[in-house]
Each structure stands twice: as C-alpha cells, then as structure tokens.
C-alpha cells in the first residue's frame, strides 16, 4: 500500500503543541509519510513557549526540509501529495500566503497546494483579529484553502492542555480525511 504523503509545515505562531500533537499522530500512522518545514520562528517561538525542542517535531518526520529550501519537493506542483497543514499559521504566514508571495518554502508550497487543487489546512493562532486577518481568511478561504483557527472545543472534557492540543489535532486531521482517536466525538457515547 502506498502511503499518503503529508506536508506539516510549522510558523512562528504561539501553538507549537499542537504540532507536536500532529506530528505524533501522524507518526504512528501506518500510511503516512510526514514531510516537515519548520520555520525558524517556529523553533524559536517553540522554546520560549514551551518544554519542547526542535527534535520532538524532527524525529516524528520523514523527511525535513528547511525554511530556505525553495528547490525542496514541496516547492514543485509535480511533485504529489495528499495535502498540507501550516500549524500554527502565523498571521505573516497567512498574509504571505494569500497575497502569492513565495518568499519561502513554507509559502510556496501553500501556493502549490492552491494551484494544484490539493488540500491546504490553516491552522491560525492570534486573537483578536483585525480586518485585514479576516480579509486574508476570506482570501484563503475563496482560493481554495480552508482556515481553522486554533479553537478547541470542551464538550469532550478536557483534562489539560494537552487534551486540548489533541482535540484541534483531531479536528484538523479530520480535514485530511485521517482517522484518529484523538478525541470523543460529539454524543458518541450517548443515544441522541
């Protein structure tokens, strides 16, 4: 069986966790292939944040590109995979993104997705939002992306962060049609 080729792309945006909690999942995974590009906003947004390092992420991939690596597979619309996700999406990112700037590896392989009609998932962390955030939203959201700011849920009680991290995971790996039992579902247990 083949395997499902993933792109996981991590911005300089506060909510490395929950990367951490995808990268896991996608690692154990047994049909995925994990692509990573970690910014170095991220790694650095990671460690003051965090008790994480760049290695949690790293050894959970397959295959690591650098920010700067605009010749990398990821930058290439010939190159096939089955989708990507930017966790967390930074509001640069995010501008970048919508605006057509390939001005990195991270942002031009978002455009590849775009173009190419692939699944892009944007996983967004900032609060409150300005109007030129929603409009780039907007914007991402009309090209073909789909924008999931970082809003986990509680009906699943959470118990700590980490249960909190998983549920957006969850919920984002639900976008790539990616099982998972990272949470319980709405009225699973129940007879409604």
């Known amino acids: 069986m083949d395997k499902k080729r993933i792109i996981l792309a991590v911005a300089g945006a506060s909510g490395t966790v929950y990367a951490i909690q995808l990268a896991r999942h996608l690692r154990d995974a047994d049909n995925i292939e994990l692509h990573l590009i970690l910014s170095d906003a991220a790694i650095q947004v990671m460690e003051l944040e965090t008790a994480y390092t760049p ?3 790293k050894l959970c991939a397959d295959y690591i590109y650098d920010q700067n690596d605009i010749a990398a597979p990821p930058a290439s ?6 989708g990507m996700i ?3 999406c930074s509001m640069s990112s995010l501008a ?3 605006q057509g700037l390939g001005t990195n590896l991270i942002h031009r392989a978002a455009d590849v997705c775009l173009k190419e009609r692939r699944k892009l998932v944007l996983v ?3 609060t ?3 109007l030129i955030h929603i409009r780039n939203m907007e914007t991402m959201t009309l090209a073909g992306g789909t924008v999931m700011p970082a809003s986990p849920g509680f009906y699943h009680s959470p118990e700590s962060v980490e249960d909190l991290a998983a549920h957006m995971a ?3 790996l639900e976008q790539l049609d990616i099982p998972h039992n990272l949470y319980k579902r709405w009225c699973e247990d129940s007879q409604r």
């Not at 619309?77 to 089955?82: A, D, I, L, R, V």
């Open 77 to 82: 619309g010939s190159w096939k995979h089955s």
């Open 170 to 172: 969850g919920r984002v």
């Open 124 to 126: 967004t962390r900032e």
């Open 86 to 88: 930017i966790c967390p």
């Open 96 to 98: 970048a993104i919508a």
């Open 55 to 57: 290695d949690d992420l």
């Open 128 to 130: 409150p939002l300005n």
